[in-house]
């Protein structure tokens, strides 16, 4: 049964360039999370999805970052002009949302992004 | 607000010295406190869901139990493997939104 999966591991850019991560949630979960992870610093919520439907995004910088979790195919999360600031470890959990753990998120590796 | 602290920041054991880690929450309508391990360079990894006061689950060395304010996860007689980062989370209630606490980093020495 494979885990979360995530790619690509490392991903470098230079300002200004676009970033796509992309999350591939456990078989049979249909709800994906994404974190952002500074370094020395904890997980932060970004955005919460199921198929189609953004459900929370409270945790999304207003600009340049969005997420979307199509009918086919992986999760996305997509920085436009990355900025150095933007250089962090990007989780990604999915959820059964269902089930006695029905809440519990499983983790993907993450995507350490470097922007030059 | 609602808020995640895990004490203490770090904790050094040596191999076979039981502890105890701290989560302190303050959250509406808790909905989950989970646990999660996580190593270097590494997505974090599940343990723990735990649902309302009193309530106990256990995993090898591990324990976690919760009241309501706080959980603890006890580490009995550790090891050298059990080395790595230990995050309390909490679902928000009446959100879906998850706050993370900044997590304890556990080193256990032979």
């Known amino acids: 049964n494979a885990g979360v999966m995530q790619n690509p591991r490392h991903l470098v850019r230079r300002r200004g360039q676009e970033a796509r991560l992309r999350c591939s949630p456990m078989k049979g979960h249909s709800h994906v999370y994404w974190y952002r992870q500074l370094p020395e610093e904890g997980l932060k919520f970004m955005v919460y999805l199921q198929k189609e439907n953004i459900i929370d995004e409270s945790g999304m910088p207003k600009e340049r970052f969005s997420a979307e979790f199509p009918k086919e195919g992986p999760s996305i999360l997509r920085i436009q002009q990355v900025v150095r600031g933007d250089s962090a470890a990007y989780f990604c959990a999915s959820s059964p949302r269902e089930g006695t753990n029905w809440e519990t998120q499983y983790f993907g590796p993450g995507t350490r992004l470097l922007v030059l | 607000e609602d808020q995640v602290t895990q004490s203490p920041e770090a904790l050094r054991l040596q191999e076979g010295e039981s502890s105890s880690l701290n989560c302190s929450y303050t959250?509406?309508?808790?909905?989950?406190l989970f646990w999660y391990r996580q190593d270097p360079g590494k997505g974090p990894e599940f343990l723990f869901t735990?649902?309302?006061a009193g309530e106990e689950k256990e995993k090898e060395r591990l324990k976690a139990t919760l009241t309501k304010k706080e959980s603890f996860l006890h580490i009995t007689a550790p090891k050298p493997e059990d080395s790595a980062t230990y995050l309390c989370a909490v679902h928000e209630g009446g959100g879906f939104k998850t706050i993370f606490g900044a997590g304890t980093r556990l080193f256990v020495k032979a």
């Open positions: 959250v509406s309508g808790l909905r989950g």
């Open positions: 735990l649902y309302s």
